[in-house]
């Protein structure tokens, strides 16, 4: 991988959606179950054996990360889940760029009132592969792809960012 690769990450309690960028181009995406897992110790070991394999696999130089909204800092687990990604990026020496629900729905979509509903559609008009994601019926699913799109569409800011701060500097 290039050094300009990215790992987009929307957390959760019970998942986590995740999409890996190389130069500004879609790679890899997925979420991981968290749900499975009986301890917030197993929990958080498992996300750092997740982000060390992805680090290591796919010499990631930048995390993008959705904050978390005030409801959500009441869960300590999706804290401590958070400040662990966070803090294992750091030691890595990945560079961390965090972004709101919010802006990224309003930079992803170029409208202040924009939802998640016309984010995923959006996301999925660039994305053909991603249209048989977007319509499923069971709960289970659509909560899941929920976090995969959004992690898609946290990478997708950040590409634009720093392809924006490099075009920059180039002037």
């Not at 309690?13 to 499975?36: C, D, I, P, Q």
């Not at 300590?76 to 990604?85: D, G, S």
């Amino acid at each position: 991988m290039n050094t300009n690769t990215i790992l987009a990450i929307s957390p959760g309690r019970n998942r986590m959606g995740y999409a890996v960028f190389s130069e500004n181009k879609l790679f890899y995406y997925g979420g991981t179950l968290l749900s499975r897992y009986k301890t917030k110790e197993s929990v958080l070991i498992a996300v750092e054996k997740f982000l060390k394999r992805i680090f290591t696999k796919y010499r990631i130089s930048h995390l993008a990360i959705q904050k978390l909204i005030k409801q959500q800092e009441l869960s300590t687990l999706l804290v401590l889940i958070t400040a662990q990604i966070k803090t294992i990026a750091n030691k890595q020496n990945v560079s961390v760029h965090e972004y709101s629900p919010m802006y990224i729905r309003q930079q992803f979509c170029r409208d202040e009132k924009s939802t998640k509903a016309n984010t995923t559609k959006t996301l999925t008009a660039r994305y053909a592969e991603l249209n048989r994601y977007y319509n499923r019926t069971s709960e289970w699913e659509r909560k899941y792809y929920d976090y995969v799109f959004t992690a898609i569409a946290t990478g997708i800011i950040c590409a634009e960012e720093l392809k924006k701060s490099k075009n920059s500097r180039n002037v």
